[in-house]
């Protein structure tokens, strides 16, 4: 089963305000389109971004990234058909398709859309009317209307994905939403609850409240990681998983990657779980020699299991040789492949010591690193 979402960033969506479309505001310290980005990047295998073919930017800062993009269409139908048409080649079994104006979405909802797509065809989150419903000329009350088995529809709408292709196909256009396309072409559409949080920004206000939904959800934790190891005999050194000839060799019990042990502390830290001495004890003779990622993918793997993915996380290596700046990238990768990051959120890079202390004295390596960790 692979699954995919379609997230739709390409209305002008100007009634919020600001001058600029607002998937590409601030909210939070982020813009809106990565927040909604993010939500979904661990939940599916593949994230479809449909932008305008005017948001030049856009198109340039996300080409090079994980997520496929798709131009946007003359509405919102034709910008999803895009979305879809996108997937072809993709073997793609159920697919959600998102509003980017809605970052607050939980991943019990995402989770909970994929489950009911298990049994149904299509299923999308709603919350049941509760206010009373009036009619009304925009300045006096002109009538009342029964809320009985009235719901405010929400997103993802997810569904299988060659049905929705179909729907789409012979849909006449016009439709609200993607769930009234599904039920003309006959596909029965089930509820999930949803959350009164799941807003969509429409109008200026709605970004101060979405901003205290996002204050009063996060739960963001900072750790630190410090190492030092000392040269000795050896024709190499491995700092952040990269081999670089040296005239000497770092000691120490396992493989000596100071780099790598300082962003597994970090990790830990941040976790309040210690640190790799207690997780991996020095005294133990297994691990004699062991690679260094056997740690930082256990870190990794304890905070997905205690919900945290990573942000971001900064290695400073303290040393005078040998020179880390040719090898800076390769290391990036490497991390990032490690932790399962993208390159832009591992940052790895040198400073002397101006040849003050043990560093300056190429008595040795240290490095020091920080990690940010994010409740998912």
Known sequence: ?????????????????????????????????DWTIDR??????????????????AWQEFSDGDLILASGGSDRAASVRNGLEALVDRAITQVLIHDVARPCVSISIIQNVLAALETHSAAAPGLTVTDALWTGDDTVVTGTQDRTGLYAAQTPQGFHYEAIVAAHAAHAGGAADDVEVARVAGLEVAIVPGDLDNIKITCPEDFARAERIMRQDMDVRLGNGYDVHRFGDGDHVILCGVKIPHDRGLQGHSDADVGMHAVTDAIYGALAQGDIGQHFPPSDPQWKGAASEIFLRHAVELAEQMGYRISNVDCTLVCEYPKIGPHAQ????????IMGLRPDQVSVKATTSERLGFTGRSEGIASLATACLVKS
């Open 330 to 337: 390769a290391m990036r990768e490497e991390m990032s492949n």
């Open 40 to 57: 979904f990047r661990d939940q599916v295998d593949h994230v479809v971004l449909v932008l305008s073919p005017d948001d030049d930017a």
């Open 1 to 33: 089963m692979t699954t995919a979402a379609i997230i739709v960033a390409a209305g002008r969506g100007l009634r919020a305000g600001g001058g600029t479309p607002k998937q590409w505001r601030a909210l939070a310290g982020r813009r809106v389109a």
